[in-house]
């Protein structure tokens, strides 16, 4: 088995709750500088990364053209371990976009990632689930995954339930098959 | 290959930079309540687990019949995957006990976890850092790993840098042959 | 000159900024929960209070009628000293209510107090123009005071600045004549 | 009465909790960068400051020697509002301290301001008490105080009750007589 012996993660970043900040002046709330590499920053992670913003969106403004630009950009990256942080509410869309974009026998890893609280706020999942999406996208094998609320989802296997402001497998708990 | 229904984590916790608070009734600094049970309600983790507090020690402190003591509950505990967070300085050590406590064909995934900065600080790995071994004990196959600064570690191939304060692979970046 | 011996400052809420949360579910933000009092009890504020919602609005959407009902609540409340947390949209008009509520001898310290960033950001001014309204209601000769920006505005001497965002003398300057 | 046209606040700093930061490498906790100029930019204050950094210790290793030398700091200033940072171990003996060099009549107006969890903590009093300190020291009458737990108290009627972590009156509430 090859060993990679430098890990570097390309990050795709298409805007989302985890990026959402407070413009006071419009009393507003709005898309704003991706997060992600903050976060790594301030956790001092130490593998490479790279970092592109593709959208600056809530995901419900996204269309089926910037999905279709998204996976483009996914599937034409020299990355092997690629991070997309998304917002929460049409994940799992763009995440079989992208499916559909490697095709039947992916050769890269894909992490679907957000939050359900802005990172700028106290008290926020955003670091847990940029953490989270990190180690994922280092040890899964090829293909694309949602990490949300602690866990690893298929995205055929997975809903937001809106109500309950969480991720829900659609398949009691059958995880991907990592081990 | 079996699916586990149900994801499942025990977390044992040792003390460590992650758990410290500042008492100024003393003008000093101390091991106080496990953190990493707060991080994950804040962040909506739905996987199911248990967290049994073993130690409340900065590493530096805990000696070999504490490491004993620490490996065997990990090697006696009827979960799969464990979560350990502990102090960095000697946070090889009791991996390496622990790895020998589980022999040579271990049967579960066990994870070392801990921070450069307490978790109660306002910029802390501590958030990122349990979400990236959150992932790794639900991915990684059996064996014993040390998952510091967005990295995943064999005990045998990491140290602490201390002047530096961060953990480095003694491999030159060879990762555990998680794919 | 009375000493009184002990401090009580009432406090009432009209929502704004101060108290906004974002509900990923509806992917938008609104006012919550008063903010003022978990912000007193986080900084060991030993004075006594008490606390009385009033609205949970945006100051834009505040009428004149919720305006009249803020300034009677103040004009006939007990307390010598009293907080009011509003929207900084228009905490301009709401004081000068409050002024004229209060006649041309005012016998009551009245402090208004909101944050141009949320409380629950991570980076905010919430929690200092708590401290900075809590010391002015102590200190202040009887009046209507905006607390802003780290200053103390007579109501007829301020205006928000909204492009810039922040509160700014009309009078270059002037202080209110406190010593 | 004389309106200044301008607020200007000359800050000095001792050191104390307020500015503690977490060294890992060391596994312990020292006095830091002065954390008051990062305070008040962060909250948008508005009033003009200079800041000069005098000690970074815990205020029980301060020696009369250097109480003195704070004294002779403020006395010397040409500023009329002056805020001293300091730990709250002794910060009433270097308040007696400055009381001492200004003598009966003192022409400006010094408040002491500190905080009791480092001001770098996710939950801490540092915000709030470096505004309430912010607002006492523009609208107190010349002399010197104490500033903490949302209270003014004057030097020779306060104490640190350290158990308890609190500053409590020796004279069960008498308040300053500002109003």
Redesign the interface.
């Known amino acids: 088995?090859l060993?990679?012996?430098?890990?570097y993660v390309q990050i795709f970043t298409a805007g989302g709750?985890i990026d959402?900040v407070?413009f006071?002046?419009k009393?507003?709330?709005e898309v704003g500088e991706p997060q992600i590499t903050e976060?790594?920053r301030?956790?001092?992670?130490?593998?490479q990364f790279g970092c592109e913003a593709l959208f600056r969106k809530?995901s419900?403004e996204l269309t089926d053209a910037d999905r279709a630009e998204i996976a483009r950009h996914v599937a034409t990256s020299d990355a092997e371990r690629v991070i997309l942080t998304h917002g929460?509410?049409t994940m799992v869309e763009t995440a079989l976009a992208i499916e559909d974009a490697l095709g039947p026998e992916p050769t890269r890893?894909v992490v679907l990632v957000g939050s359900?609280?802005?990172a700028?706020?106290?008290?926020?999942?955003a670091?847990?689930?940029?953490?989270?999406?990190?180690?994922?996208v280092?040890?899964?094998?090829?293909g694309v995954y949602i990490?949300m609320?602690?866990?690893?989802f298929r995205p055929r296997e997975v809903r937001k339930n809106?109500?309950a402001?969480?991720?829900?497998s659609l398949v009691?708990?059958?995880?991907p098959?990592?081990?």
Chains 1, 2, 3, 4 share one sequence.
């Open positions: 088995m060993h990679p012996r430098v890990v709750t959402k407070y006071d002046a009393s507003e709330y976060i790594l301030t956790s001092g992670a130490s593998f809530d419900l929460t509410d890893t359900l609280t802005p700028r706020f106290k008290s926020t999942d670091e847990f689930n940029v953490g989270f999406a990190a180690a994922a280092q040890t899964l094998p090829p990490a609320n602690g866990r690893v809106r109500p402001n969480r991720f829900e009691d708990g059958v995880e098959d990592a081990r």
